[in-house]
């Protein structure tokens, strides 16, 4: 990066009004794509910057210079309207230039940001309305897993997602990594990035998708390659079985109450194939699309009643005694 | 000028000034009463009727947008539900380019056109009455829906498979496929009016060189009318057979596929923008060149780049769906394309300044509003050269940086020149001037307010705002742009209350405006303020690109007109030389029962298939009672 973006950096982060450096942010880039996208940004800004300040100098002195006096609208001079003339062309073709310029700068970086990556890890993203399915596919079946709105990603490897929609058309977005590309019904698209830094960055659905539209976030989480493998030897693993009798009336509960019909948690009875994996919902940091932090108290509100923190969303509310939430949940928060 | 005289028919070289003025009168007049209200094919009544219906509009989409501004002024606000922000985002995208946008700039343009090339109706009147009245219609059905809770909700662009059956069982979307259709017919009408009109009704000598700039614009706009509308009224149509009765025009399982309508819809989608934007160039040019006291400067160059304009933007559609995984190299060139439209728009600001730089400005608020359009409308071009490059597209495709992007290009392209506009040709049409001390608090507060709320939304896109969301969470540090935003919409829509005030108030109480009180170079300020039902009591003969700085004392004139009968005269293509005498319509009331047929069997095709069967035969009925013959003595002929 050269050192004026650094400093446009440093100061939009500073600005009190708009703290550029949020979780999910263009000008906040910690991967290779979102990288070269701001530095192409910031060439086409320059320029635009330049072009519109010259436009508004222009017509401020326009409006200033002494004028003739008397008003003869037609009393023209033919000199000056051709001379005029010729200047108007001449900036139309340095127009031309600038813009043909910019054409190529922008392939470019497009060229850069659309490479495809050696030894890429290749992950399945399926768009639902309103959440994400995450796969991890591997050549040997056992060493693939399926998770959900959050996807764990090694640093410094280029990561390939096969992106598909089991609905309607969302778009797959994380600004700090790279830019959006969408999941289109009866299509499949692709997506490669690379995550230079360790950190959680924030994605959301960027093409309207209905109702809950605005809740459909995600989580990247990009991990050290060493942490990546154990955390992936992890969730390869099947669920963890309950350690105590209210977990084990739970297991049963998640069952009996319809859970299992929607939900799937590898190796246990709970197959059903309609609604997020939750075979290692307790690992995760967030829950429902990245709209609440997962903890007991946010998990058991969910479950209680879905409908009222997410208006629309395809779970339904299902009754239960107090007693039998609380077991679920006491269930749930073991699955690690 | 005279023509060979036929016995026994009252021309007008017989008569002196007032009884021309008189018969003529009472030849083109609209009938009295009600039904004679509805029965005008006067350009001007249906003109006039054209453009407060589509401020109507502009108010209830401008409410809406408000209503959006407070829901998102801070986080996880419940002011409005989901279903209900879903329904009014689309409400308001829809309404402001298919109810306002679009038809404003033809409502100038059926007002202003038949004036200023010096005629006395627009081409083709019944059909103009016609294309108002479905115009209404729609709009009306539209808006009822909404107040109904059967509002569309899928965004005013419509996407399948969202917009299909299966996600939107309710008929919803059925209701704005079919706004869709209503309006197009009506724009289509209009488009075409235009084009005859000025093609074959202009003044003899108004050649093709003389013709005032805003004409232009319109004549090129209505063009890109006819190649783009075309196109949506096919994709809505098919969305429309799709859900009503099973076709599988974007159903991907069976062969169709989404992207499809994705295609159609931006090939008409992107013309719309220039749609929009070129009439609002066209009355740039005019409102600038009576400012400054002097021509645009580069005639040809401006005409050449509305031209160019046209063309080009048919080819970069594409820009739209840059991020729905498209051939790399392709999207590359349709880079390209997008950002070549940005030599023709400069050239035209070049002409605009190099015409200031020359001219004498005179301070007054529709110059005003043009300094604001070329401040805003530039730094919106340039977002727009930005936004063609497909990585940065990438990012900010559907985020608020596009929000503020396409409200910077049309706000500043077209509503800032249209309220221009308004205090420009007011007095033309009301007869009396607006208020010049409101006017200018009306422009500041426009100005002022348009870039608090707006700036800020490019800020917000490059921090992660994506577009068409109903909340946000506070955890994601929008919230202060966001309350700034809302504050400047809140400003930006006092200045259009203070619009409407000004209307009001000037109606009863402006100052008395007079035949031309800008001293304005065009035919249309060569009549009365408002105008006669006949526009010009004798047809005048142009010489000069600006006749009335050129002929000051009074313009040459064509005699030998019919004064007993609606007669105008028709003139060649190039050099508008007379060609013939040609009948105008008479009033009727045909148009609103067709108008009506036609509504009830739009409307009643999306509940059911056979309505397509039973409403036509009420259209033909109508139809067959439009063109039934007079009798005039042409028809026998």
Not at chain 1, 153 to 175: M, R
Not at chain 2, 218 to 232: G, K, R
Not at chain 2, 491 to 513: D, P, T
Request: glycine residues 8%.
């Amino acid at each position: 990066m050269p050192v004026w973006v650094r400093i446009v950096l440093v100061l939009c982060t500073t600005w009190p009004l708009a703290a550029c450096a949020g979780r999910q942010s263009t000008l906040d880039p910690q991967g290779l794509q979102s990288e070269q996208i701001l530095h192409t940004l910031f060439i086409f800004l320059g320029v635009a910057a330049i072009v519109w300040i010259a436009v508004v100098i222009v017509l401020a002195l326009g409006m200033l210079r002494r004028k003739r006096l008397a008003d003869q609208p037609l009393d023209l001079h033919q000199a000056f309207e051709e001379r005029t003339g010729r200047v108007i062309i001449g900036l139309g073709v340095a127009t031309t230039v600038i813009v043909l310029g910019l054409s190529f700068v922008s392939y470019a970086g497009q060229r850069i940001v659309f490479a495809k990556g050696e030894n890429a890890l290749t992950l399945k993203i399926i768009g639902h309305q309103w959440w994400w399915e995450v796969r991890y596919e591997d050549d040997s079946p056992h060493r693939s897993f399926v998770t959900a709105n959050e996807i764990r990603i090694p640093t410094g490897q280029p990561v390939k997602v096969e992106l598909e929609s089991a609905d309607v058309v969302h778009s797959f977005w994380v600004p700090s990594l790279t830019g959006k590309m969408d999941l289109i019904t009866g299509q499949k698209n692709e997506l490669q990035f690379t995550a230079k830094n360790a950190g959680v960055y924030r994605g959301q659905c960027a093409e309207f998708c209905g109702l809950q539209h605005a809740h459909m976030a995600f989580a990247v989480i990009a991990l050290p390659p060493d942490e990546f493998g154990r955390w992936r030897d992890r969730e390869n693993q099947s669920a963890n079985s309950p350690a105590d009798q209210l977990g084990k009336q739970g297991e049963a509960l998640f069952r009996a109450r319809g859970c299992a019909l929607c939900h799937n948690i590898s190796g246990t009875l709970a197959g059903g194939q309609l609604g997020p994996d939750l075979t290692h919902i307790g690992s995760r940091t967030t829950i429902t699309a990245g709209t609440l932090p997962n903890t007991p108290a946010t998990l058991g509100a969910w479950i209680a009643d879905p409908q009222h923190i997410k208006p629309g969303n395809l779970m339904p509310k299902m009754p239960l005694q107090s007693g039998e939430l609380i077991a679920i949940l006491h269930y749930l928060e073991q699955l690690k | 000028m005279s023509m060979a005289a036929e016995p026994n028919e009252l021309r007008d070289d017989v008569l002196n000034g007032l009884q021309l003025s008189t018969q003529l009168e009472k030849v083109w007049r609209t009938p009295s009463g009600l039904v004679g209200a509805l029965m005008s094919v006067d350009h001007k009544v249906v003109g006039r009727r054209y453009i407060v219906t589509a401020f109507a509009f502009l108010l209830l989409g401008g409410i809406l947008a408000i209503l959006m501004r407070v829901q998102l002024a801070g986080p996880e606000k419940t002011f409005l539900s989901a279903d209900k922000y879903n329904q009014i985002f689309t409400m308001h995208g829809s309404t402001m380019m298919f109810l306002f946008a679009v038809p404003v700039m033809e409502a100038f343009a059926v007002y202003l056109v038949p004036l200023m090339v010096g005629t006395r109706n627009i081409a083709f009147p019944r059909l103009n009455a016609f294309s108002y009245w479905m115009f209404l219609f729609g709009g009306c059905f539209l808006w009822i829906s909404f107040l109904f809770n059967a509002g569309p909700d899928v965004g005013w662009f419509s996407y399948v498979p969202l917009s299909s059956l299966q996600f939107t069982p309710t008929k919803r979307a059925d209701v704005w496929a079919q706004m869709i259709t209503f309006t197009e017919v009506a724009a289509l009408a209009v488009a075409v009016e235009i084009v005859v009109t000025v093609f074959k009704l202009r003044a003899p000598g108004m050649t093709l060189d003389r013709i005032p700039l805003f004409v232009w614009a319109m004549l090129v706009t209505s063009f890109l009318v006819m190649f783009a509308m075309p196109s949506i009224m096919v994709a809505s149509t098919s969305l429309i057979l799709d859900r009503l009765v099973n076709t599988r025009f974007y159903d991907s399982s069976s062969g169709g596929h989404p992207l499809l309508w994705q295609h159609l819809f931006w090939f008409f989608g992107h013309p719309e923008v220039y749609i929009i934007f070129i009439p609002g160039t066209g009355m740039v040019s005019a409102i600038l060149a009576t400012f400054v006291r002097r021509p645009v400067i580069g005639y040809p160059i401006v005409i050449l780049s509305l031209i160019a304009t046209g063309f080009l933007s048919f080819g970069l559609w594409v820009h739209h769906m840059f991020v729905t995984g498209l051939p790399q190299l392709g999207a590359g060139l349709f880079t390209a394309s997008s950002m070549l439209i940005a030599v023709p728009s400069g050239l035209q600001i070049f002409c605009w300044l190099a015409t200031l730089w020359d001219g004498r400005p005179v301070y007054r608020t529709p110059l005003l509003f043009v300094i604001g359009f070329v401040v805003i409308f530039v730094l919106g071009g340039l977002s727009g050269v930005m936004v063609a490059s497909v990585p940065i597209d990438t990012q900010v495709h559907d985020t608020y940086f596009i929000v503020a992007h396409f409200h910077y290009v049309l706000i500043g392209g077209a509503v800032f020149p249209l309220v221009g506009a308004v205090y420009y040709w007011f007095p033309k049409i009301a007869g009396r001037m607006l208020s010049e001390r409101l006017g200018r608090w009306n422009f500041w507060l426009a100005f002022i307010g348009f870039n608090v709320a707006f700036f800020p939304m490019h800020i917000l896109g490059l921090i992660g705002m994506p577009r068409r969301v109903y909340t946000y969470t506070a955890d994601m540090d929008w919230a202060h742009l966001n309350l700034l935003s809302s504050g400047g919409a809140l400003i930006f829509a006092l200045s259009f209350a203070l619009l409407l005030v000004n209307v009001i108030y000037s109606l009863r109480k402006g100052e008395l405006a007079g035949d031309n009180p800008w001293n304005a170079s065009t035919l249309e300020w060569a009549t009365s303020s408002p105008p006669p039902p006949q526009n010009f009591d004798r047809i005048p003969v142009v010489k000069h690109r600006d006749p009335l700085w050129a002929d000051s004392e009074s313009l040459p004139v064509v005699a030998g007109l019919s004064a007993e009968r609606r007669e105008i005269l028709l003139t060649s293509l190039a050099e508008a030389e007379p060609q013939i005498r040609e009948a105008s319509p008479e009033p009727s009331i045909w148009p609103l029962l067709a108008a009506i047929a036609t509504t009830v069997f739009f409307i009643g095709s999306i509940f059911t298939p056979w309505a397509v069967l039973w409403g036509t035969p009420p259209m033909a009925v109508t139809l067959i009672g439009w063109f039934w013959p007079a009798g005039s003595k042409e028809d026998e002929e």
